[in-house]
């Protein structure tokens, strides 16, 4: 691919979020993207906590949330198998950026939602030397049994779960990981919600994903939201303060990544 690309291929390329993503990194946006953008962007407005506790109720046809997690578990099973290819190093590049935000060192219990093929997880037994606790969930079977295929790790763990419903015991988790998931939570104060339960007193979150406070950001929002019905919403910054704080979160800070990408992270108290 060149250093442009067409509207055509963007809209193509919509259909898979990592390679849009590899697109736009080397892309410039022509001026009819951006008029396209500008249009899309008038119906992402930021929501108010109040809002955002009520967005299931109204997205996705009312769509129940098992039948939800059915269609996202059907999507990235299909994904599984060229999930770690090198194309999407670039993918992994930008995880280790986000655990740079987290106290990563012996004896950590580590978890990962939306740990996909477990890359993740392995990065920090490897760091830790295996001394700790290194946990990984995903709502797809298949990632899961390709995360699992990969041994010599101790007390290196994957479960098929969602993320609104952790099957973990309180306080287990002193570290926690979301990374290109969040958006795709029908649910997304439940899931938070979990996370601050399995979480112990001064535990961190870190939720990396494409953030709506840029008009791109925006527009990939729009843009997601009428080509994939997996697809819930891209929160802006001020979105994630204020479900953070209604989850019981402490507001630590959020750091750009790679536009429209950040890191948001949070502190159990």
């Not at 098992?66 to 269609?71: L, S, V």
Request: net charge positive.
């Amino acid at each position: 691919m060149g250093t442009t690309i067409q509207s055509s291929s963007l809209r193509q390329a919509s259909g898979n979020l990592c390679e849009l993503l590899a697109a736009l990194g080397r892309a410039e946006i022509r001026p009819r993207i951006v008029a396209e953008a500008i249009e899309l962007s008038n119906c992402c407005n930021s929501l108010s906590t109040a809002t955002i506790a009520l967005w299931s109720s109204r997205a996705h046809n009312q769509a129940m949330p098992t039948e939800h997690d059915a269609r996202n578990a059907r999507k990235w099973d299909a994904r599984a198998e060229t999930f770690d290819q090198k194309r999407f190093d670039y993918f992994r590049w930008m995880q280790r950026k986000a655990l740079a935000y987290l106290d990563i060192k012996a004896g950590i219990h580590f978890l990962d939602l939306g740990c996909g093929t477990g890359q993740a997880v392995r990065h920090v037994a490897e760091r830790a030397r295996g001394d700790g606790v290194f946990c990984g969930i995903d709502i797809s079977p298949r990632m899961i049994d390709i995360a699992r295929e990969t041994k010599g790790l101790p007390n290196v763990q994957f479960e098929v779960a969602s993320a609104e419903e952790l099957p973990f015991e309180d306080g287990s988790f002193g570290a926690a990981l979301c990374t290109n998931s969040f958006h795709h939570y029908l649910l997304p104060m439940r899931a938070l919600e979990e996370i601050h339960r399995v979480l112990r007193p001064g535990g961190r979150l870190c939720i990396l994903d494409i953030t709506s406070d840029s008009l791109l950001g925006r527009w990939l929002d729009a843009r997601l939201r009428r080509k994939e019905r997996e697809h819930v919403k891209f929160y802006s910054t001020s979105d994630y303060a204020k479900m953070f704080c209604a989850a019981g979160l402490k507001v630590v800070v959020s750091k750009t990544i790679w536009p429209p990408l950040k890191a948001h992270i949070a502190e159990k108290e």
